[in-house]
């Protein structure tokens, strides 16, 4: 991981603008701010930089964890074979077309197949891909393959309900519209087992507390 996290790096050096390698992103966001017509150096401006790159570093940090590593760390032995749900995971994530951020909320099942993982490692490993410039379509693809791949399940299913801000405050700029995307892994694939999980997300709690 390490190795080719510093290859990938190496491979983003190589697509650096020529002349701008040695200028600190605090300084390319001060230039950024001037070129959108506002003064980098006015008293509520002159820290925005610095607040700017810690806020762009926490909303990206998902390209800086392993997801094998975070499952790998909790998974057991159980003889369940029934599905484990994990919805309403709230998420926030920036879509890389806009680098607007779009947020909603993520479910999650799978039926084991000999093997259950932490609980909380599922709102984990939806972290490490909303964590990064996104389309919905992709990230709802990698929790489910990122699940497969760690314990083989019979299935898995996500499901995304999200809000685009860059369909909302600006472009087409729809306050109502929502997108929801699916991933279905084996045995969700069939009918009833993929009716089960919807109708189970779909339930609404009564007692909400
Ligand atoms: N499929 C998909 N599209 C997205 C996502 N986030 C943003 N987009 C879309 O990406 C598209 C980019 O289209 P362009 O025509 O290149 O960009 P644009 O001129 O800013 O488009 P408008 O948003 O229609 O103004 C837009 O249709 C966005 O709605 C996403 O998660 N999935
Ligand atoms: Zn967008």
Known sequence: MKRAAMSEATALREHMITGLEDIST??????I??????????????????????????LTKGYHQDPTAILRGAMFDVDYDEMVLVKDIEMFSLCEHHMLPFFGK????????GKVIGLSKIPRLVEVFARRLQVQE???????????????PQGVGVVIEARHLCMMMRGVEKQ?????????VGVFQKQNTRAEFLSLVRERRQDAF
Do not use: C, W
Request: hydrophobic share 35%; no cysteine.
């Open 176 to 184: 109502n519209s929502s997108t929801v995307t699916s991933a279905m």
């Open 26 to 31: 605090q300084d390319l966001y001060r230039e």
């Open 106 to 113: 993520v479910h999650v099942a799978y039926i084991p197949n």
């Open 138 to 152: 992709r990230m709802t693809r990698q929790i489910a393959d990122a699940i497969q791949d760690a314990i083989s």
């Open 33 to 58: 701010i001037r070129r959108f017509d506002e003064d980098p150096s006015r008293d509520g401006l002159e820290r925005t930089p610095e607040r700017v790159e810690k806020a762009m570093t926490f």
